[in-house]
T-cell receptor, first 111, second 111 residues
Framework: EAQVTQNPRYLITVTGKKLTVTCSQN?????MSWYRQDPGLGLRQIYY???????DKGDVPEGYKVSRKEKRNFPLILESPSPNQTSLYFC??????????FGPGTRLTVL | QKEVEQNSGPLSVPEGAIASLNCTYS??????FFWYRQYSGKSPELIMS????GDKEDGRFTAQLNKASQYVSLLIRDSQPSDSATYLC???????????FGAGTRLFVKA
């Protein structure tokens, strides 16, 4: 089954404690992306990747890091999380960077 | 002006009626447009894409693009209670690979 998986699905952490949210896709898609979704603001793109070792900033990259060392994986790293990063995060992949297939989401709370 | 703008709703229609969802976009957004459906607590799901001026039909869904007016719409014919969801309009940024989402319109279909 074609899918994007994310882990963990739920995470509660404290300010400043580094965390990583993993993302993996099994469709051999070139493009992958991270979004955050906040009430009233919709989905905002954090980072995207066009291929292995090729990444670029989206609209809200501050406070986040990504890496694309393998085609199937695209982890999101928060080096020093802050409460304003409390959000619902979605990883997504795409064959050509147009329509995206989304993962199930990770709900992050930073205290 | 927001890059992709939607009325947040809620839009309420009776079962069997046509639901009309609208979206406007700025010059920063390209000619590629997408509609996603998001059920409460779930991830967005791509339902339609449209790239050229005019109408595109897929089952009960019709997407319409008017480049001169910078306007995209989604019509849902014979609306069903199962169509009740938030509908997200998205466009690709001009000359790039970013996907920019509107905040979404909540649709309620009353049985």
């Amino acid at each position: 089954e074609a899918q994007v998986t994310q882990n963990p699905r739920y995470l509660i952490t404290v300010t400043g404690k580094k965390l990583t949210v993993t993302c993996s896709q099994n469709m051999n898609h070139e493009y992958m992306s991270w979004y955050r979704q906040d009430p009233g603001l919709g989905l905002r793109q954090i980072y995207y990747s066009m291929n292995v070792e090729v990444t670029d900033k989206g609209d809200v990259p501050e406070g986040y890091k990504v890496s694309r060392k393998e085609k199937r994986n695209f982890p999101l790293i928060l080096e020093s999380p802050s409460p304003n990063q409390t959000s619902l995060y979605f990883c997504a992949s795409s064959l050509d960077g147009t329509g995206w297939l989304f993962g199930p989401g990770t709900r992050l709370t930073v205290l | 002006q927001k890059e992709v703008e939607q009325n947040s709703g809620p839009l309420s229609v009776p079962e069997g009626a046509i639901a009309s969802l609208n979206c406007t976009y700025s010059d920063r957004v390209s000619q590629s447009f997408f509609w996603y459906r998001q059920y409460s607590g779930k991830s967005p799901e791509l339902i339609m894409s449209i790239y050229s001026n005019g109408d595109k039909e897929d089952g009960r869904f019709t997407a319409q693009l008017n480049k001169a007016s910078q306007y995209v719409s989604l019509l849902i014919r014979d609306s069903q209670p199962s169509d009740s969801a938030t509908y997200l309009c998205a466009g690709r940024n001009t000359g790039g690979f970013k996907t920019i989402f509107g905040a979404g319109t909540r649709l309620f279909v009353k049985a």
